[in-house]
């Protein structure tokens, strides 16, 4: 059974800095890409960062380009968000997200909160 258990959130004040943890189990975590996104309140979900299986590979939106950082420890499972110069904009619940064994899995999210 795939799971994917996020924590690492909470209010931060603007400029401050997170770090997202992503504990994975239930499939084979050193072969697949794993990504974030967030979801703000009104607005569609949308992909902030992916990393390639080993880890060689990453991509941002550009909305968090420069401030984000995406890693993985494979001998951990487990995927990390470095969140650095946080904007109120950033406010939003983050998931974790793998496509594994033909199937997308999701994160239940973590609350990210930006405000002085």
């Known amino acids: 059974q795939v799971q994917l258990v996020e924590s690492g959130g909470g209010l931060v004040q603007p400029g401050g800095s997170l770090r997202l943890s992503c504990a994975a189990s239930g499939f084979t975590f050193s072969n697949y890409a794993m990504s974030w996104y967030r979801q703000a309140p009104g607005k569609e979900r949308e992909l902030v960062a992916i990393i390639t299986s080993v880890g060689v590979s990453t991509a941002y939106a550009d909305s968090v380009k420069g401030r984000f950082t995406i890693s993985r420890d494979n001998a951990k499972n487990t995927v990390y968000l470095q969140m650095n110069s946080l904007k109120p904009e950033d406010t939003a619940v983050y998931y974790c997200?793998?496509?594994?064994?033909?199937?997308?899995?999701w994160g239940q999210g973590t609350q990210v909160t930006v405000s002085s």
């Open positions: 997200y793998v496509r594994a064994l033909s199937r997308n899995y």
